[in-house]
């Protein structure tokens, strides 16, 4: 009798053990699924008021409704799919602001896409309006393919397609424009 007790008990124990092993093998499964699925943000930033500041001063405030954070994925990037609003403060606290639609930041390239209702405000009144801007961070350089708009703060006025600009917008190539230049003849 004891030795059939001795076997029933081995044979419950082995039993426990398998149904733990399997348990955690579909556990471990379902972790490995999740720790793989790169589909889904890391994070998600939901009213969003980020800081930027150097020596103590702000250089620059990003609002957004949401941000989504795919620097888990190979070509990591930040997705603003709810609107983005920038101030950029210069050395005098000059404010130039940038708003749009939509935004991604390509962190490894350094560039952003903006799209929809793109509108930056410079800190010397430029306005220029666009629905596609790309801002090439690395090399300070703002450009696009797509039609745009911009009054410059000496009242000149452009209608366009494509432009290249630094972004001071000082140095403006248009691609093909129509508008209302100022010609300072004493620069000569």
Do not use: H
């Amino acid at each position: 009798m004891q030795i059939a007790y001795q076997y029933i008990l081995k044979g419950i124990v082995v039993m426990i053990l398998a149904t733990m092993l399997f348990s955690c093998q579909n556990g471990l499964n379902e972790a490995r699924k999740f720790e793989t699925d790169k589909a889904s943000p890391q994070t998600v930033g939901e009213g969003v008021n980020l800081f930027y500041t150097d020596s103590g001063n702000v250089r620059a405030n990003l609002r957004s409704p949401r941000m989504l954070d795919f620097t888990n994925q190979e070509f990591p990037y930040r997705e603003f799919p709810d609107g983005v609003e920038v101030d950029f403060f210069n050395e005098e606290k000059e404010k130039t602001t940038i708003v749009a639609d939509y935004g991604i930041v390509y962190n490894q390239t350094n560039l952003i896409d903006l799209q929809g209702n793109v509108k930056i405000v410079t800190s010397d009144s430029t306005i220029l309006n666009a629905e596609q801007l790309y801002w090439d961070q690395d090399r300070s350089w703002v450009f696009s393919d797509v039609e745009y708009d911009i009054q410059m703060n000496n009242g000149a006025v452009n209608d366009g397609e494509g432009f290249d600009a630094n972004e001071n917008f000082d140095k403006f190539i248009s691609r093909s424009n129509v508008g209302v230049q100022f010609i300072d003849e004493s620069e000569k």
